[in-house]
């Protein structure tokens, strides 16, 4: 390497010690420690370790009041510690592209597989598709990369039709890996959406499309809520980055919504004449007793008082135990939980019956097996039951993180997720015992209490120890235990339990709602997992 000047010993000691870092087309070179005099001497240094012909743009200096790099003179002083960015643009584009693919071909090592693409926008031109990672030059890039860095990759996803999440992990990694050295630490949307469609492109079982809200790559990037596996691999990476380096951004503030759970059809204030009769409904329902005699009356009430009802719950946010005081036939009849979701999201009441122990079950307790999973399961698992064992890998497979904490979280660990949900007692345990008002409260949310094992005749109450509100289900089975609890969310509006909110989305896609929430990406990779076992 040619050096930057001619120094001897003694002027390189009196020479200050700063940090220059060379880009050329907006691309970091190189970054050195020199020893120097003045702005012009660093670039004339810096033209000896261009890769091709160039011209001098601009100089920058880094300001620690403002914490940026700004312009300076070329007769400024220089001093000790002192941070420099000289910037050239390349001459000629072929330039560009002969030193981009010398540092490729190098990277890649002596297989040389690497197919280097245009690497600067000016130089792509017109070409629509290079510019939104549609052309065949991105998508053959990405797939010489996993070549060479990861074949095990292209192995998995031949055997299974599909990637192990360890898979995923390194195709993210390779793939952002790449992006960063092109780009910096910050790529603008455009490019990580097209690392995005790539990925999909290559590995189309990846491609999820749930509804038209989405088109199938976002759990890899999603430019609306900026979240999904690249962008949260970049963020990981900018942790070590210097303070210089780093782009700080004001958090926005994000409107607060009371609504968990949006019905189908908006709500609209109710008149006058409305609110009376719902007054007038409630009361008649209060004082009917739960019979099969008065059902189809209670029903009734239920219907006409619906609007006004969705409309106090979404709005006005009442607890559980406030909104069982006024519907109390919730809790001796609930089954007109069934009726409220199916009111609230049409046709897709049964959803949940229909698919969890026919389709999804099967295929997780087959995830269970896989040599890519974490064996889990004592060897006493198999009388458990397969619904309680499904539901225990659902709780491996999207355990708890400490991303997002909120209220109602506690430190959780991975095994003991499942008590959120389900909490298991011998038979002839006191449900009422749960209701204590001087019993220590752990789980903050409704859960279901289990009185006997699982995997035979048990009986199952949705309990809401805050709320003091206990619901026993005349159902003996934990699928419509589960399917209960999970309407019980959305018919009162609740948050869900910070430790599951994961396991409680993967439901939400059984359910075939909108999976709720920004941070999806892994219950989306779940979904595409599934989808491609046989």
């Known amino acids: 390497m040619l050096s930057i000047c001619f120094l001897t010993a003694f002027q390189m000691e009196e020479a200050p010690k700063i940090l220059v870092t060379l880009l050329l087309d907006g691309r970091e070179i190189c970054k050195k420690i020199h020893h120097l005099n003045s702005a012009a001497e660093i670039i004339d240094g810096c033209k000896h370790l261009l890769p091709c012909t160039a ?7 880094f300001n620690p009041d403002f914490n940026e790099y700004i312009d300076t003179d070329l007769n400024d002083s220089v001093q000790s510690f002192d941070k420099f960015q000289v910037l050239f643009n390349s001459i000629t584009p072929s330039g560009t592209l002969q030193w981009a693919g010398q540092l490729n071909t190098d990277a890649a090592g002596p297989s040389n597989q690497i197919k280097v693409g245009p690497l600067n926008r000016d130089v792509a031109g017109s070409n629509n598709q290079q510019q939104h990672g549609q052309g065949p030059v991105n998508a053959d890039r990405l797939r010489a990369l996993i070549q060479i860095k990861g074949p095990s990759i292209l192995a998995d996803y031949e055997a299974s039709g599909t990637l192990s999440e360890t898979s995923r992990k390194l195709l993210v990694k390779i793939g952002v890996g790449d992006l960063v050295e092109q780009r910096g630490f910050y790529p603008s949307n455009e490019e990580k959406l097209m690392l995005a469609k790539n990925v999909v492109t290559l590995f189309p079982s990846l491609k999820i499309k749930m509804g038209e809200e989405n088109e199938g790559f976002e759990h890899f990037f999603d430019p609306v809520s900026h979240s999904g596996f690249i962008e949260i691999k970049l963020r990981n990476l900018r942790r070590s980055l210097h303070d210089s380096q780093r782009r700080y951004r004001r958090k926005r503030t994000v409107p607060s919504n009371t609504s968990f759970h949006p ?9 006058e004449e409305e609110e009376e009769s719902t007054v007038e409904w409630m009361t008649a329902m209060k004082r009917m007793k739960p019979s099969h005699e008065n059902f189809s009356t209670i029903k009734l009430g239920m219907e006409k008082t619906f609007d006004s009802r969705r409309f106090w719950i979404v709005n006005s946010s009442p607890t559980a135990e406030e909104i069982f005081q006024q519907y109390p036939h919730f809790i001796d009849m609930p089954y007109l939980l069934d009726i409220e979701f199916e009111k609230m999201y049409p046709g897709k009441a049964d959803l949940f019956l229909q698919k969890w122990e026919g389709s999804i079950v099967p295929k997780l307790l087959k995830m269970a097996t896989m040599k890519d999973n974490p064996t889990f399961l004592p060897s006493t698992a198999e009388s458990d039951g397969p619904c309680f064992r499904a539901l225990q890998m659902l709780t491996y497979l999207l355990p708890p993180t400490a991303s997002g904490r909120g209220k109602g979280w506690t430190k959780c660990s991975v095994k003991s997720a499942i008590s959120y949900i389900l909490d298991i007692k011998p038979p002839g345990s006191s449900g ?8 220590a409260v752990k789980n903050q949310q409704p859960h279901l209490l289990c009185l006997g094992d699982p995997s035979t005749t048990a009986q199952y109450i949705i309990v809401a120890e805050n709320n003091k509100v206990a619901i026993p289900l005349e159902d003996n089975s934990l699928t419509c235990a589960i399917d209960k609890l999970f309407k019980m969310y959305c018919v009162c509006n609740l948050a869900y339990p910070a430790q599951l909110t994961s396991v409680f ?6 359910y075939d709602m909108p999976i709720s929430g920004g941070k999806r990406c892994k219950v989306v990779e779940l979904i595409a997992r599934i989808q491609a076992m046989l």
């Open 55 to 61: 011209e001098f743009h601009r100089i920058l200096k």
């Open 263 to 271: 019905v189908s059809t908006p709500l609209q204030t109710p008149a």
């Open 432 to 439: 009422s015992r749960h209701l204590d008002p001087d019993r």
């Open 505 to 510: 989305n993967f439901f939400e896609h059984i």
